[in-house]
């Protein structure tokens, strides 16, 4: 399937602070309005639909985001201060280091309680 392409559709509780969240993270705005946001990083996208109802600690949201060393991005998400400590959100993860089949990769946990999966890329075949 040439040119095809697919995308998390994640929830916010407010675009405002999701969009600010996500631009501290180095995400650009493509799309916004009242329904419908969609972020950039590099070639990749993630689309946002409200959900003001959501409760944070509730939500079993999740995305993947895979690059190619997640070394650099750790490092200067690291820098941005965000909570350690569960169940705070957001909150950065510590680097769970490689286990048998299982790549390098860190959790990340958005504001409105969405698990991102950042999976490092070297080494997988």
């Known amino acids: ?18 969009e600010a969240f996500y631009h501290r993270l180095g995400f650009a705005t493509a799309y916004r309005d009242g329904n419908w946001m969609i972020l950039t990083y590099g070639d990749t996208q993630v689309e946002f639909f409200p959900h003001p109802d959501l409760a ?51 959790p990340l946990i958005d504001p409105d309680g969405t698990l991102w999966r950042v999976i490092d890329l070297k080494g997988l075949g």
Do not use: E
């Open 56 to 106: 944070p600690a509730d939500s079993w949201f999740s995305a993947c985001l895979r690059v190619a060393d997640i070394t650099p991005l750790y490092a200067r998400w690291s820098k941005l201060g965000l909570a350690t400590d569960a169940p705070a959100a957001p909150r950065l993860g510590d680097v769970i280091p490689v286990r048998g089949t299982v790549p390098r990769m860190f």
């Open 1 to 18: 399937m040439t040119g095809a392409q697919i995308t998390a559709n994640l929830p916010s509780r407010d675009f405002d602070r999701t």
